[in-house]
């Protein structure tokens, strides 16, 4: 009887329910409170936003602009175009660091780094970027992670320390 789905009465099924308070929450408390968030990485992927080919992604310079438009000035920057029809460009900023890839076709992988964690940061550069590439690209995609030290899985504003409204240290 193998793959056989094994029938069971509506009124034989009763499943055990658990909450939280059944478990030891201290293990998961004190790894909320040890991590120290420090930036933000968001992954942003590109494509065209018609169905004309678009010319070239000029990210080696349209990433920059958006930076100098934002204020920041970029550091370090490096391109590689000699990798089939794409573009891979890095650039270091005051506040972190961008990484971006083209594929030569029809998508644009940008990774950003940033030690503001402001969610609105990442959103306006994003705009800017897409002003400084005509208008030709659309987001298709995007993550964010938060990063930094003692397994943190929670931006600073989601911290006891970085909200006010968080619950205090002896309320969890």
Known sequence: ?????????????NPSNF??????????RDQ?????PIGRQVVFQLTKAG??????????????AAL??????VAISRHEFGMGDGV??????????IAAVWDGRN?????????TQDRNHADTFLETLLAKLNGL???ELRDDFPRGTNRVINFINETIGGNPEAPKHDEL
Not at 51 to 64: G, L, Q
Not at 88 to 97: I, K, L, S, T
């Open 68 to 73: 100098e438009e934002l204020g920041q000035e």
């Open 107 to 115: 998508h644009i992988t940008v990774i950003t780094y940033s030690t």
């Open 51 to 64: 169905s004309v080919s678009p010319p070239e992604a000029d990210i080696a310079t349209a990433i920059p």
């Open 88 to 97: 891979m460009a890095y650039f270091d900023h005051v506040n972190g660091d």
């Open 137 to 139: 690209w659309k987001k």
């Open 32 to 36: 909320f409170l040890a991590q120290n």
């Open 1 to 13: 009887k193998s793959g056989a789905f094994f029938y069971q009465d509506e009124h034989a099924f």
């Open 19 to 28: 909450l939280p308070t059944d478990y030891d929450q201290k293990p998961a």
